[in-house]
């Protein structure tokens, strides 16, 4: 890279950013011939979205920030010849819950005999599941019609409502907040609890919401791959990133670490990012300009009126077993039970308390939560020895917990509600999950948890918010553009997941912002 006092090379895309949608963008424009420089901050390649060993001494590469993929497009893959692969969960999601005084819970998973008798068990009927069935048929429908669209330029929403062509279920995700949908098909809290989830992924809302921030999320999180399926990752999430980069620098792109962006100049033609690094400063030119950031710090570095703050409202936790837990639930079998999701606290009505609770400023007494085991699918993220011990990974992803929750006092509050998670845990297993807990080369248990303010902090997410913003309606609206990465500078497009279609490691940005300048329109 030339010092600023040398005219700046001049590229035909400069990428700011080297998390998987950037790198996707830099790999489809490499191999179209395009010269391109990606300019990232860290040491590293990959964003949210690597593999780490975060437990000193220990031979376990966790996906330490993003850890499931859903909507990353196969063709994406195809395209880019990416090693990379995913495998699938046998089992969707174990949901313990205490009834009559005993441990039971619904097990989703291992074939529709043993789902319909897993509901019949915690129901006592064949209503709720059949409820289930024709519920998740529409979505599946849906799915089936509108992810193909993700890289397509944006429909308008009549043609997509006419390609869904389903006006119950138009009305149901769409129109209508999902709780409307919810309450009408089950009737057991726990079972409309484990729908209403995929509507509260880093998303703080209710179920009733009038903005629909939650149909936004919910629809994301059932449409990804035609199915709603959601895989794990083999090696881990770093395993995609390096291949990502792989290809883009077999492509002929040029990655440069350590390299921050401090500042983008644009007359909508032709642009200069001007950047830092440790050894001083630097300027680049380029016909395009694609920021693999948050809308923030995009309008930081082009001078642009800044959007709306985002905020986050997610716990992460990741751990590291020496042995999966005994559950109560006597009749689950725990690797069944951790290698899908497995929901605590998270009944319909524990979902809307915790709701209440946070919008009021304080943490939830009952927190609710997901977790799952990597290492039960993959256990290439493990070390032989670990493998051999029977060690395995857990990662808890918590809701309802807004990043002005932690303001006051961040490690406080982190500390507090890592062990009031831990404790509803705790309330479904046979033995303290502490026990469990492998430990590292220091004594100290394997486990760590990162806020919203925490991941702010670590990946410049905009108050911690994994999607970089509330989620879009994946058609057209007003100021959109064709593809949805456009910004009022022509020549300056959004990669990343505040772009329209973005959110959860698809890479759908970084190929919509590729397609935009090849096909002309991006400037």
């Not at 999430?237 to 500042?263: K, N, P, Q, W």
Request: proline share 6%.
């Amino acid at each position: 890279m030339p010092p600023a006092t040398e005219a700046p090379r001049t590229y035909d895309a400069i990428i700011v950013g080297g998390g998987h949608n950037g790198l996707v963008a830099a790999a489809y424009l490499a191999r179209a011939g395009r010269s391109v420089l990606v300019l990232e901050r860290l040491g590293r390649t990959g964003g949210a979205a690597v593999s780490t060993r975060p437990f000193a001494g220990v031979d376990a590469r966790l996906s330490r920030y993003s850890y499931l993929v859903s909507l990353l497009p196969r063709k994406i893959v195809r395209d880019l010849g990416l090693d990379f692969r995913v495998r699938g969960r046998t089992i969707s999601s174990y949901t313990p819950v205490e009834r009559d005084g005993r441990p039971t819970g619904l097990l989703v998973g291992g074939g529709e005999r043993r789902i319909r008798e897993a509901f019949e068990r915690l129901t006592g009927g064949k209503t709720e599941y059949q409820a289930w069935r024709r519920f998740y048929a529409m979505t599946g429908k849906v799915a089936e019609r509108v992810f193909p669209t993700l890289t397509e330029p944006l429909p308008s929403r009549e043609e997509l409502r006419r390609r869904i062509d389903d006006e119950e279920a138009w009305r149901a995700l769409f129109e209508e907040p999902i709780g409307v949908a919810i309450e009408k098909n089950f009737t057991d809290d726990l079972v409309r609890g484990i729908v209403l989830t995929d509507a509260l992924i880093g998303t703080f809302a209710a179920a009733h919401d009038a903005s629909l921030r939650q149909n936004r999320c919910f629809l994301y999180h059932v449409i990804g791959g035609g199915t709603g399926a959601w895989d794990v990752p083999v090696g881990g999430m770093g395993a995609l990133t390096d291949a990502l980069a792989a290809a883009a620098r077999s492509a002929g792109a040029e990655i440069a670490t350590g390299h921050e962006a401090v500042r983008i100049e644009t007359d909508g033609r032709s642009a200069e990012v001007a950047y830092r690094t440790a050894d001083g400063e630097g300027v680049a030119a380029a016909r395009h300009v694609l920021v693999n950031a948050a809308p923030q710090e995009l309008a930081a570095l082009t001078g642009g009126p800044a959007p709306e703050p985002a905020e986050g409202a997610q716990l992460k936790v990741n751990m590291l077993l020496k042995r999966l837990p005994r559950l109560r639930d006597t009749a689950v079998d725990p690797r069944e039970a951790f290698s899908g999701t497995f929901h605590i606290a998270e009944g319909y009505g524990q979902l809307a308390a915790a709701h209440a609770e946070a919008a009021a400023g304080r943490l939830p007494t009952a927190p609710p939560a997901e977790i799952y085991c990597h290492s039960l699918t993959d256990p290439t993220i493990l070390g032989r020895d670990l493998v051999a011990r029977g060690y395995q990974t857990l990662t808890l992803f918590g809701l309802h917990t807004p990043a002005r929750l932690f303001t006051a006092d961040n490690d406080a509050v982190r500390a507090e509600l890592l062990k009031s998670t831990l404790a509803q845990l705790d309330a479904h297993l046979a033995e303290p999950l502490a026990d469990c807990l492998a430990l590292d080369a220091d004594g100290r248990p394997c486990i760590e948890a990162k806020t919203p303010l925490d991941l702010e902090h670590d990946l410049r997410l905009p108050g911690g918010n994994i999607f970089h913003r509330d989620l879009s309606w994946p058609y057209a609206q007003e100021s959109t553009g064709r593809w949805g990465v456009e910004t009022p500078d022509a020549n300056v497009l959004l990669c990343g997941a505040g772009a329209v279609r973005g959110g959860g490691v698809s890479g759908v940005p970084g190929h919509n912002a590729a397609m935009a300048v090849l096909e002309g329109t991006g400037g």
